[in-house]
């Protein structure tokens, strides 16, 4: 099992930034990728963006350029910088890790869930 515990939401103005923070505890060996996925009032749960463990990354198209993920292997923590947030950025963002491939993260959701952190973009 993964446990994985999300930190850094709040309410920003628009232009502003945040960064979310997502540690993991126990067994990290199992899992290869981290991730953000969030969901909107409404709207069906969407992933944002992903990590390997090799620092590789990827994004959906409605952030990239804005948002930028990093990983401490060390500390087991994954991190989401977010740059000139927009009100539709507006949704619990929950931080997820799996095993598997980069792909993954867009075609379905699997893996371990963190409890979400709430990020509130006021226009």
């Known amino acids: 099992q993964v446990q994985l515990v999300e930190s850094g939401g709040g309410l920003v103005q628009a232009g502003g930034s945040l960064r979310l923070s997502c540690a993991a505890s126990?067994?990290?060996?199992?899992?290869?990728?981290m991730g953000w996925y969030r969901q909107a009032p409404g709207n069906q749960r969407e992933w944002v963006a992903g990590?390997?463990?090799?620092?590789?990354?990827n994004y959906a198209d409605s952030v990239k350029g804005r948002f930028t993920i990093s990983r401490d292997n060390a500390k087991n923590t994954v991190f989401l910088q977010m740059n000139n947030l927009k009100p539709e950025d507006t949704a619990v963002y929950y931080c997820?890790?799996?095993?598997?491939?980069?792909?993954?993260?867009?075609?379905?959701?699997?893996?371990?869930w963190g409890q979400g952190t709430q990020v509130t973009v006021s226009s």
């Open positions: 990590i390997s463990s090799g620092g590789n990354t």
């Open positions: 126990g067994s990290t060996s199992s899992v290869n990728l």
């Open positions: 997820n890790a799996r095993g598997g491939s980069m792909w993954s993260f867009s075609r379905y959701e699997t893996g371990y």
